[in-house]
């Protein structure tokens, strides 16, 4: 009985590091983030559909590892892998998406796409 039990351990600890191979690319991904850098863009945004349209615009864009906009402050934080992105690029990303990103202006034909609500003249709601 014993040593059934040791050759359940035995398979289960195989079984468990077969898992841990497979997952080796996310092992490598986290090991990415230490070297993540943040950075934070000023946007037009206005509301809560700006908040969730430029979070996922961002968290299509290559790098990103999480974007998060705070509406009231309208600071949008990029969390990036520094080797796969720029801030260039991420603030290009931004506009593309229709927002201004500090002294950058939204892209206008972008800008002109966004729905009236969510057009820079409308205070922050
Ligand atoms: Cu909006």
Known sequence: MKSFAFSLLTLL???GSAALAQTAPVATATAAKKGAEQIQFKT??????????????LAYEKGVQAAH??????????????????????????????????????????????????KKTNETH
């Open 69 to 118: 906009l705070d509406v009231p402050s309208k600071i949008l934080t990029v969390t990036y892998n520094p080797a796969k992105t720029t801030p260039a690029a991420l603030r290009t990303a931004v506009q593309k998406t229709g927002y201004d990103a500090d002294q950058a202006t939204a892209d206008a034909r972008a800008y002109d796409r966004l729905p009236e609500c969510c």
């Open 44 to 57: 037009s945004a206005v509301c809560d559909m700006c908040k969730s349209r430029l979070e996922k615009s």
């Open 13 to 15: 600890s195989l079984s």
